[in-house]
């Protein structure tokens, strides 16, 4: 490694030298932050309609009834999958 030269900062400043006073800069305040806008949701009645008609339907009697349905392997035949499949199919969810 070759180095060229020295510079005269990177010397340390011995003991007892005092230190440069340098001028104290002056603080000034930060402008003060406006608030941000937020966003903002509306629903619309007939929204509230429709979840509310979806709250309706689940209820807990159903659920639990589908849910046994479900464990006790009612939906695991050919025809129950063959129904799925035709549907997915005509509504295009594929």
Same mark, same amino acid.
């Given at each position: 490694?070759?180095? !060229?030269?020295? +510079?005269? !900062?990177?010397?340390? #400043?011995? =003991?007892? #030298? $005092?230190?440069?006073? *340098?001028?104290?800069? /002056? =603080?000034?305040?930060?402008?003060?932050? &406006? $608030? @941000? &806008?937020?966003? +903002?949701?509306?629903? +619309?009645? /007939?929204? *509230?309609?429709?979840?509310?008609?979806? &709250? /309706?339907? %689940?209820? $807990? /009697?159903? @659920?639990?009834?589908?849910?046994?349905?479900?464990? +006790?392997?009612?939906?695991? #035949?050919?025809?129950? @999958?063959?129904?799925?499949?035709?549907?997915? %199919? #005509? *509504?295009?969810? %594929?």
């Amino acid at each position: 490694m070759k180095i !060229n030269g020295y +510079s005269d !900062n990177l010397r340390p #400043t011995p =003991v007892g #030298t $005092p230190a440069v006073q *340098r001028p104290a800069q /002056e =603080v000034t305040q930060a402008p003060a932050i &406006k $608030p @941000v &806008k937020s966003d +903002s949701v509306q629903i +619309s009645d /007939e929204a *509230r309609r429709l979840s509310a008609d979806a &709250k /309706e339907s %689940l209820n $807990p /009697e159903r @659920v639990a009834e589908l849910r046994q349905k479900v464990l +006790s392997g009612a939906y695991n #035949t050919l025809d129950v @999958v063959d129904q799925v499949a035709r549907r997915i %199919l #005509t *509504r295009g969810d %594929l």
